[in-house]
């Protein structure tokens, strides 16, 4: 197996993951939403002193009021002020096949967001939320020269966890690799954990505060080795579309203009992630109205809304799409969160879907999974 199969990026599944909702810091209480801490104090004659540096603690706390989670059409991921006009960096696959986004900030308070850039082939995506205008971002590390062992941490919502935060070093530099349909090149290589949701979060140094990249894939969900893309490698782009946002989006899934098949779905994933979303909003009559005539055959809706009753939200990882001569293949790995009389576990499976027509609609025809170990 090549290690570009063992990568995978960070964008939850539609439904993303559970989400807790923890109760706003009372630290923010009578302070604007992503204020900029003071970095410099006046003496009694008032000159300005040099600023103290900043605690690891304080770090963390200036870093998650400018660190949101954002929720598309096909997921969750997180993402970062990094203007003053309101934008945030984030993800493509974070917002692939999204105009607009649920954003949503450490103190709960949900905005909607417009995609006004998006890459084709680089993993970086701009969200323009206007109601942040003004608003303080991170700062930029943008002439910043890693070293294999710099200290780093690593914020945004993994599993819908939302504001965490893991510490790491950089633990490698350079690395390149595929992930269809992106190219990372020169990537910093991470020891910090992120998983499913990290995409788009910030990579900050841990004793300056400043934005080193965005994280955005992991070897596997176990090896604990992230990558993160340099800002220095994104930032003149994002810059671009904050300055002239996209008119028309691209279909980055697909890798051309926005277009779908007349039925709502723009290729086969769709109907995968539709088949997932209605699962974990309870939706059993519409997850079961997505599959073919031959799989309803074999199993009746009572059965088959029985066999989920006990299972929670489920994430998804990347869809994959292999088109064939009759239909597509589409495959993905989830994890489940699964309720036993023991308690609730968490397990991962590879899922593989036969995804076709059926009478003029797009249906999914066959499906196996098995477990990850």
């Known amino acids: 197996m090549s290690a570009a199969a063992c990568l995978i990026i960070l964008g939850s599944g539609t439904a993303g993951a559970y989400l807790i909702h923890q109760s706003a810091e009372s630290s923010l209480d009578g302070q604007p939403l992503l204020a900029a801490a003071k970095t410099s104090a006046q003496d009694d004659k008032g000159a300005v002193k040099a600023a103290a540096p900043k605690t690891r603690k304080a770090i963390i706390e200036d870093s998650q009021k400018r660190v949101v989670t954002i929720e598309s059409g096909d997921g969750l991921g997180s993402g970062f002020l990094y203007n003053k006009q309101g934008d945030l960096l984030t993800n493509a696959h974070v917002v692939s096949g999204s105009r607009e986004v649920t954003v949503r900030t450490l103190n709960h308070k949900e905005y909607k967001g417009q995609v006004i850039g998006i890459g084709t082939e680089t993993d970086v995506a701009v969200v323009r939320v206007p109601e942040l205008k003004e608003l303080e971002p991170l700062p930029l590390a943008e002439g910043y020269k890693a070293e294999a062992g710099d200290e780093i941490l690593a914020l945004g919502s993994p599993l819908g966890l939302e504001n965490t935060v893991t510490t790491g070093i950089i633990s490698g530099l350079n690395r390149s690799f595929d992930i269809d349909p992106y190219t990372y090149s020169n990537l910093y290589q991470i020891s910090a954990p992120i998983t499913h949701g990290n995409s788009g979060g910030p990579l900050v140094n841990a004793e300056t505060g400043e934005v080193l990249g965005i994280n955005s894939a992991a070897a596997t969900e176990e090896s604990g080795i992230g990558f993160s ?40 994933r769709d109907i995968v992630a539709y088949f997932y979303e209605s699962l974990n909003t309870g939706d059993y009559v519409s997850a079961y109205s997505l599959l073919g005539s031959e799989w309803q ?77």
């Open 229 to 268: 893309i340099p800002i220095s490698s994104i930032i003149a782009q994002a810059r671009e579309w904050s300055a002239q946002p996209m008119s028309k989006l691209p279909d980055v899934s697909a890798g051309g203009e926005d277009d779908d098949g007349g039925d709502g779905y723009a290729d086969e």
């Open 297 to 373: 055959g074999k199993i009746s809706y009572e059965d088959f809304r029985s066999g989920y009753l006990k299972t929670g939200y489920i994430t998804l990882g990347t869809l994959s799409l292999k088109k064939l001569e009759d239909g597509a293949q589409v495959t993905v790995d989830i994890t489940a969160e699964e309720r036993k009389d023991s308690g609730t576990v968490y397990q991962s499976y590879s899922m593989n879907y036969s995804v076709g027509y059926e009478n003029g609609e797009l249906k999914i025809l066959h499906g196996k999974g098995e477990k990850i170990k």
